[in-house]
Each structure stands twice: as structure tokens, then as C-alpha cells.
């Protein structure tokens, strides 16, 4: 395993450690259907247009052109009604085998992770990682919601007939460990193992590594992913979420319990004052996201955290100092693509070579191929 190193953070972004609740936004936004839906149309919480569910009952108000998944999006503005109207009920589920788990996933809509549930399984590992820097979401999830976690990794594990799962934490993360081991005692097939505060240390490749697993019979999730398993299984809908807002350009930054579908700007105008002139706003993550033109962002499923960055000094000439190519977790000649303009397959967007660059060049979007 390549040596991964500890990123130092800006003293600057003091993030919150505990979360703020968002849970009745005045509007939300869904991507539109392909077919004309009447002006007042009522919406009812916890339905489904597409894979997108609706978080709250409310009316339709217009369509709108919004920032969805990094895209300019058409979108439904649905006026929150804050009546919770909803036309289905789940219930509690009592799983049997994994079958029955994939199924409950993608019927409402996470087939990437039913998926995730497939092929030969001898290990299982949860990674309570939050691995960019300025994000805090697993953290948060497994603080609050630990019991439940712990629950259904154990069910998993039974249900994958596994002797033994791992639960991964950050060594830095006293206050999780703490909790986790008032419980862990009665529930003697799960081991905790503690990691070091490296970046990039929760990739797959990178825990097996470390714990002497083969990738290939390994099954690797996240607590949320976890955390998502329990909360349906407990007959809940998936319609609000953990996101961080955070970065330097903020006077304070947030872990946010929010409803999907809620417009950023609603989100800063309630909680959040923005005190640099110029800034630039990064959709999940400051060095493996992307760059977002404008902040007309709206929430998804898929939405994990929003950096609001001080304007960064203008890109300078290359100095051929090699720091890239020193930190590449691929060991790419990233000096050699940039001065080149070569393209690189393996690289993995992991954002290092930005992050030590003196010249403030954006290699990571010069090498990378999204071929």
C-alpha cells in the first residue's frame, strides 16, 4: 500500500459537530416527467417521480431550471404544504436472506446497492470514514444513529453467514469509538478496528490492504449505506439525508439533517453567512469534486457535502518541482500528462496533485480520463 498521508485542514472552517434540522424547507425541486403536468397539481410526500422521491406534500408552482446531480436540470417547484400528506404507508420488514434485502433496495430505487450485495462474500467491513477533508456526514450518522447501525450490520452479517464483520473507524474519532464499544460487548461476531486518519485510507482496495483481506471476497459499505438498510427495514422512507456545507468562504460551516429536493440558496438563507467577496462552490468535496457554475444546487440522494471556497490565486507557471508525482496514490508522471497534455486511466480523481500544487494548477482536471 502506498504511504497516505494526513491532510492538514484549514484552521479557518470550524465545522459544528453536531447537526442542524432542515426538515421543513418552504420548497422543494424534482426533475420534471416527460409529459405536461397542470399548474397547482398536488404532490403528496414519500411518492416517487422516477427515482426521485418527493419529501414533502405541497402544490406545484412552476417549473424552474435548477442545478441537479451537477447538471442544469428542468424542475418541478413544489410549495411545501407542511401537512406531511402521504398516500402509502411502509412497514416494518422482517428479512430472511439477502434476497429479500436487494429487493427492498431497489424497490425504492438503490439498485447500486442491491448490486453491492452480489457475488462470493467472505469478509464485511463498514468504514465509518469520512474521507474528504471539511466533511463530517458518516461521523454524524454513526454518532446518532449507532444502535441502529451496529443492528443491522449484525443482521447482515448473520444473513450473509459470515462468523465475524468489522466496523472501521477513524483512531481520531474518539467520541464514535466510545459509543460503540458501550454496545459492542452483546454482539460478539462484529470487530472493531480502528485505522489511521489517512486520506484515502476507506477505499476498498486500501482496507483490504490494511487488514489483510482479499478484495475480491470482501464486501465493503459505508455507515450510511448501512444506515440506509435499517431505516427501510424499519419501514421509513429515505427523504432527508446528512450533508456538510462548510469551507473557508463561510463564517461558520454545518452538518445538515436535510430534506431532498431543498434548494442551497434556502439553506444558506436560513443558516449560513457567506463573508468572502469571491468564492467558488465544489459539489462533494473540495478535492475529489467537482466545480459548480452558480449556486442554484438542489439537494439529491446523492449529494454528500458543499464547499464554499475562498477564490484561490491565479494559476501560475509550473515550476517542475515534481510534488505531484511524489503524492500520486497511482504513481502516475502527473508533471509529464499536465506539460504533455496526456490523459490518464488510472487516475482516481482523488484531487492530491491540486492539493499540493504551490502553482495553484488544477491538474486533477488536466489528467484526468473521463473516457
Not at 332 to 339: A, R
Amino acid at each position: 500500500m502506498k504511504t497516505l498521508i494526513k491532510l492538514e485542514e484549514n484552521p479557518e472552517v470550524l465545522i459544528v459537530s453536531n447537526v442542524t434540522s432542515f426538515l421543513n424547507p418552504t420548497f422543494v425541486y424534482v426533475p420534471t416527467l416527460n409529459y405536461e403536468i397542470k399548474s397547482d397539481t398536488k404532490f403528496f410526500k414519500d411518492t416517487y417521480l422516477k427515482d426521485n422521491i418527493i419529501s414533502v406534500s405541497g402544490y406545484l408552482e412552476g417549473i424552474e431550471e435548477k442545478i441537479y446531480d451537477n447538471k442544469l436540470t428542468k424542475v418541478y417547484k413544489i410549495h411545501n404544504d407542511y401537512k406531511e400528506h402521504s398516500l402509502k404507508k411502509l412497514k416494518k420488514v422482517k428479512i430472511k436472506d439477502i434476497l429479500e434485502l436487494q429487493k427492498l433496495l431497489e424497490e425504492n430505487y438503490l439498485t447500486y446497492l442491491s448490486n453491492k450485495l452480489k457475488g462470493h462474500c467472505k469478509e464485511l467491513v463498514v468504514t465509518c470514514f469520512d474521507e474528504e477533508i471539511y466533511e463530517m456526514n458518516e461521523f454524524m450518522c454513526l454518532y446518532n444513529n449507532y444502535k441502529d447501525i451496529i443492528k443491522m450490520l449484525d443482521l447482515l452479517r448473520s444473513l450473509l453467514n459470515l462468523d465475524v464483520a468489522y466496523m472501521a473507524i477513524k483512531n481520531t474519532n474518539a467520541k464514535s469509538i466510545k459509543k460503540v464499544r458501550s454496545i459492542l460487548g452483546t454482539y460478539p461476531n462484529l470487530k472493531l478496528v480502528l485505522l489511521p486518519d489517512k486520506y484515502l485510507m476507506s477505499s476498498k482496495e486500501n482496507i483490504c490492504d490494511y487488514l489483510n483481506l482479499k478484495e475480491e471476497d470482501t464486501f465493503v459499505f459505508q455507515t450510511a449505506e448501512i444506515y440506509m438498510m435499517a431505516t427501510l427495514k424499519e419501514g421509513k422512507f429515505l427523504d432527508h439525508k446528512y450533508i456538510t456545507v462548510s469551507g473557508d468562504a463561510l463564517k461558520k460551516s454545518l452538518i445538515i439533517d436535510t430534506k431532498l429536493g431543498v434548494s442551497l440558496k434556502e439553506i444558506v438563507e436560513e443558516f449560513l453567512k457567506i463573508k468572502a467577496c469571491e468564492y467558488t462552490i465544489y459539489y462533494n468535496g473540495y478535492l475529489k469534486g467537482e466545480e459548480v457554475l452558480g449556486d442554484d444546487l438542489i439537494v439529491t440522494k446523492d449529494t454528500i457535502s458543499i464547499v464554499f471556497k475562498r477564490k484561490e490565486d491565479a494559476e501560475e507557471e509550473c515550476i517542475n518541482c515534481g510534488a505531484c508525482n511524489k503524492i500520486c496514490p497511482q504513481n502516475i508522471n502527473v508533471l509529464k500528462c499536465f506539460k504533455e497534455d496526456l490523459k490518464s486511466k488510472r487516475c482516481l480523481n482523488c484531487g492530491l496533485c491540486n492539493y499540493v500544487c504551490p502553482a495553484n494548477i488544477k491538474l486533477k482536471e488536466r489528467i484526468k480520463d473521463d473516457q
